[in-house]
């Protein structure tokens, strides 16, 4: 939990951005978003307010939000073009937009997905751009899952993520030639302005990297049967279409996707089970599909 008086500051700089933006707020809407050790978000009116992680770096953050508002076909543009400092912790501010309904997957927009990283992707690079920091954060996952002590999911996670080249492990450069990437890229990444389509958000791990990755995470639940086929078609098709290029149009797409795939396989496992044991719950169907895909991913790789 965020220690006071974060939160309640983190509301009134929302609020005060917000009436600044529309000084006749109704202020109907307000609250908390998100209270995580990496992020706290809240929302005040169509404005919202993002304390990022405590080790977030300044230079970082501003160059990601940067490039966030030089594409606005891509990005929700943030409302300013650097974080401000909030009790140490660096602060920035967005418009609201309509997350996914979590309660209804038919209406996922893969298709929206799909054409959204493409466009990323083609980006031309800029110099001063950071690393993606997908692979950084797969390895934080595991590196918590070792504070987990004897519990027997933790073997089946570590031998998978033993399979995994150092790129992926965060222990070496990332293969090239790189690309625009998002870096966490999943549903909750996604909202729609009204009156505009669907936008990325959460820019702290956008970067330079290997475009595969962000197709890696519904290419792991396709893989262990989280995904129901015809999403990950109407996803991979929409990619393509777009001329995303982390795919080669008449190639087997597992031969880009293979190693992200086990690798946020293997990250999100990690996180499940940790959040699992720190919750004093047994694994749910979910968590055990994932581990299961992780004891999978070490045995075929020890053939």
Not at 41 to 52: I, S
Not at 244 to 267: E, I, S
Request: net charge negative.
């Amino acid at each position: 939990m965020t220690a006071i008086p974060l939160l309640p500051e983190l509301t009134a700089r929302a609020e005060d951005i917000a009436h600044t933006r529309v000084p006749t707020c109704s202020c109907e809407v307000s609250g908390t978003l998100a209270d995580r050790p990496d992020g706290t978000v809240v929302r005040h009116a169509d404005t919202v307010a993002k304390a990022h992680a405590p080790d977030a770096d300044t230079g970082e953050l501003a160059r990601r939000l940067a490039l966030a508002a030089g594409l606005p076909d891509v990005f929700l543009p943030p409302l300013g073009p650097a974080p401000v400092d909030l009790h140490g912790r660096l602060v920035t501010f967005w418009p609201y937009g309509s997350p996914v309904d979590p309660d209804d997957p038919d209406a996922a927009p893969w298709e929206a997905v799909g054409a959204l990283l493409a466009l990323l992707h083609r980006t031309p690079v800029p110099e001063s751009v950071p690393a993606m920091r997908g692979p950084l954060k797969a390895a934080r996952a595991v590196a918590g899952l070792h504070a987990v002590g004897d519990h027997p999911a933790v073997a089946p996670v570590l031998g998978a993520w033993a399979t995994l080249p150092a790129w992926a492990r965060a222990e070496a450069p990332m293969p090239r030639p790189a690309a625009l990437c998002h870096g966490d890229l999943h549903l909750g990444q996604l909202v729609r302005v009204s009156g505009a389509s669907w936008r990325l958000i959460d820019v702290d791990d956008l970067g330079a990297g290997t475009p595969a990755w962000d197709l890696g995470r519904p290419a792991a639940w396709f893989a262990c049967g989280l995904l129901a086929p015809q999403e990950w078609g109407r996803f991979l098709d929409a990619y393509r279409a777009a001329g995303g290029p982390a795919l080669d149009a008449a190639q087997d797409p597992w031969a880009a996707l293979d190693v992200p795939a086990r690798a946020l396989t293997v990250q999100t496992a990690a996180r499940t089970v940790t959040k699992a044991v720190a919750d004093g719950r047994p694994l749910d169907e979910v968590d055990h599909a994932l581990v299961d895909a992780c004891r999978r991913i070490a045995a075929v790789s020890a053939e």
